[in-house]
């Protein structure tokens, strides 16, 4: 009965952690494509000789590899739950210890290198560069804007960095329709329009933004951690229980054996 109880619980923790794995590793690649859409409008001539790999590009695949490890873990945990082989389970509580081990490593190195001023100069840099490109190429142009739309923001490091450059702002930095009783019309969106001037620059949203992923990341990699560390637990419990369950057949065989013994 004991032992039943201890399998459906392990069935439980490796369904949430596979689960949690899964979302982790799916959003760190997401994030990795979205560092990527940004760092592609830079002007690549400025960084033929830049070799170095900065935090938000290296982080999402630190994550989504620790992630898909804890994944593999949990699949390990299943079979060696459901076949009760004492073999799976030596192997998953192996695995299931050096995958919390990074998880929290992971976490703690996050919080204190990736989610720095170096990240939000690194975001800001590229942000600035980005925009500078775009005021002499059509399509980092459009690009630009629809970065723009995206996250609600206008110009690299604030709305005014478009007056010198400019007539008025971008429609990117507007509502472009509105909708009301009399249908939709374009706004016209020159310097005086109050949305536009009332928005943050795209550099302090994107480094606000990037801050709170990698937040979350680390969060959900603790929270992984600390379910894998119950499930170390309760794994440990379950192979005890199994061993515990062979050593009265193993003294059973011996005392027959003794016995035939005696009576030969």
Known sequence: MASTVLTATTYVLNTLQMLLSLGLACASIWFFVE???ITSLRNT???LLDYNVYWPQAIP??????ALMAMFTACCGFAGASKRSKGLLVTHIIFQSVSVLLLIVIAIIALTLADSDGTASFVGDTIWDAFIHA??????ESAFGV??????CCGAMSPR???NKRNEFPVSCCDTYYHGWIGTYNIICDFSNSLANSRHGCSKVAS???SIVIKAFSATSAFIA???VINLFVMIALLRKLKNRHHPKVLVAQYEAESKKVLL
């Open 147 to 152: 970065m723009e739309k995206r996250l609600q």
């Open 161 to 163: 960095d478009y007056i």
């Open 45 to 47: 001539n400025h960084y």
């Open 135 to 140: 005021q002499n190429d059509h399509g980092i």
């Open 226 to 228: 600390l379910i894998g």
């Open 208 to 210: 606000e933004y990037t």
């Open 35 to 37: 560092v990527v859409s």
């Open 61 to 66: 695949w630190v994550f989504c590899v620790v």
